[in-house]
């Protein structure tokens, strides 16, 4: 079946603009997550959807960074006055929502911020 | 400090060679450990998965976690060429909204050559 798949895969965009990234998780997984990785380091989580709700958004950095999943499915990540500090690849994951499934990556959006 | 650390290496090996990567971590509240496997330009893709203390293994890979000194390791016999990538340990906790919480460490480069 199909896997997770996110869009764009490269987004290339100037300091200040906003931009979203765009998350389609395996169907009939009802867990979502964000993380994001910068060059040379392991993901960073920064939020986890369980259904429409959010679950934990700790990891968002500050109030420029808004993730959504209005109907349970496709997950949108927004960013505001982008930064050049916010270039990395944005990854998606999406599981089953048990405790401790497998978490199943997409193949991440590389995000650079001129 | 990170919660996760990991050696990034590079580490370098001949084909046939025993690969032994680790982790050590802080947190005592993880009760889950994986690994994850990742190619240049795809996600992490999920390769061990413990809970708690003990030994797993699969095929050419054992995972093996010791929590009273809180450190992970994964060994990988016979390497192949095709092992080559980056080896991501990550962690999570068991309660609550933790659980879809990974923590990644930073990774570790590993290149088999033939």
């Known amino acids: 079946g199909a896997g997770v798949s996110q869009t764009p895969s490269n987004k290339v965009t100037e300091k200040g603009k906003y931009v979203e990234l765009r998350c389609d998780p395996i169907s009939g997984h009802t867990a979502l997550y964000w993380y994001r990785q910068s060059l040379g380091q392991g993901p960073e989580f920064l939020i986890y959807?369980?259904?429409?709700?959010?679950?934990?958004d700790s990891g968002l950095p500050n109030d420029r960074f808004f993730a959504v999943r209005p109907e349970g499915s496709v997950s949108t990540l927004k960013i505001q006055r982008t930064e050049r500090g916010d270039s990395a690849v944005y990854l998606c994951?999406?599981?089953?929502?048990?405790?401790?499934?497998?978490?199943?990556f997409g193949p991440g959006t590389r995000l650079t911020v001129l | 400090q990170k919660e996760v650390e990991q050696d990034p290496g590079p580490l370098s090996v001949p084909e046939g060679a025993i690969v032994s990567l680790n982790c050590t971590y802080s947190n005592s509240a993880f009760q889950y450990f994986m690994w994850y496997r990742q190619y240049s330009r795809k996600g992490p893709e999920l390769l061990m998965y413990?809970?708690?203390?003990g030994n797993k293994e699969d095929g050419r890979f054992t995972a093996q976690v010791d929590k009273s000194s809180k450190y992970i390791s994964l060994f990988i016999r016979d390497s192949q060429p095709s092992d080559s990538a980056t080896y991501l340990c990550a962690m999570s906790g068991a309660g609550g909204t933790s659980y879809g919480k990974l923590t990644f460490g930073q990774g570790t480069i590993l290149t088999v050559h033939p």
């Open positions: 994951a999406s599981s089953t929502g048990g405790v401790a499934d497998t978490q199943y």
């Open positions: 959807f369980q259904g429409t709700g959010a679950a934990d």
């Open positions: 413990t809970y708690s203390s």
